[in-house]
């Protein structure tokens, strides 16, 4: 695996654990929304590729940090399209530390083989709209609905602690598309609610109005009436 960006401590991207959070390069979704575009867009990953961290550097890295960390955030870009992803998660483990997973949910075949060989803890998965065509035209790719409901379904019947999260974008989402998400994943652990920051996106274009906090709050109490929902400003 190469490793295209790396956090050395991250106190908020695992819950309640002290991480290293990792970008892997690369993703097979185009939301004009990304803010993590410099390893999503192929002529900024090949500017960067002088940059890539090799395993060996990051894994004695770990080794030299792994008494005061409690575990790795993998994320991206997409981590489920590499190949070597189980491998390099057991590699984590084999230092008795936690995994995260951050994934877009377009490869459940993957999240089961993960859960499966036990080589993953946590899954936060984005719910990027309801179930309806908005969801690939807001991906900017034709991927079928039964994969995202798929994952969704193999992390929720999995052991692993897990949470699905939608970016909330002013004019892209309304309430009815927050509560049919929820619907779905009505008795879920979690399901945050994430404000859509207009700043630094994929697409330059793309700097649309965020909700407001009290906008947040009407849509996380409406949601929270199908699933345990919070919002992150
Ligand atoms: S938001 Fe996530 S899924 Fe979408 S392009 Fe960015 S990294 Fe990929």
Same mark, same amino acid.
Request: hydrophobic share 25%; glycine share 2%; aromatic share 20%.
């Given at each position: 695996m190469f490793i295209a960006g790396l956090q050395? *401590? *991250?106190?908020?991207? &695992?819950?309640?654990k002290v991480a290293t959070i990792i970008f892997t390069s690369g993703c097979n979704m185009k939301c004009? &929304?990304? @803010?993590n575009w410099r390893f999503v867009v192929p002529e900024e990953i090949k500017k960067r590729s002088s940059h890539m961290i090799g395993e060996g550097i990051f894994f004695r890295f770990l080794e030299s940090r792994k008494n005061i960390l409690d575990g790795v955030v993998i994320c991206g870009g #997409? %981590? *489920?399209? @590499?190949?070597?992803l189980l491998h390099f998660c057991r590699k984590i483990k084999s230092l008795w530390l936690l995994v995260k997973l951050d994934t877009n949910g377009s490869h459940p075949e993957v999240l089961s083989r993960l859960i499966e060989e036990k080589v993953v803890d946590y899954i936060a998965m984005d719910v990027?709209? =309801?179930? =309806? %065509?908005s969801y690939n035209k807001l991906i900017g790719l034709d991927i079928p609905m039964k994969k995202f409901e798929e994952s969704i379904n193999v992390i929720r019947q999995s052991h692993v602690d897990y949470e699905f999260r939608t970016t909330v974008i002013k004019w892209i989402h309304t309430r009815d598309d927050i509560i049919s998400i929820a619907i779905f994943l009505a008795g879920a652990q979690h399901y945050y609610l994430q404000n859509y920051r207009p700043? =630094?996106?994929?697409?330059? #274009?793309?700097s649309w109005e965020s909700f407001t906090e009290a906008e947040l709050i009407w849509f996380s109490d409406d949601a929270s009436r199908y699933v345990k929902t919070s919002y992150r400003i």
């Open positions: 050395e *401590t *991250t106190l908020l991207d &695992y819950p309640w004009w &929304y990304c @803010h #997409e %981590p *489920t399209i @590499h190949g070597d990027k709209h =309801s179930f =309806s %065509p700043w =630094s996106t994929l697409d330059p #274009e793309f």
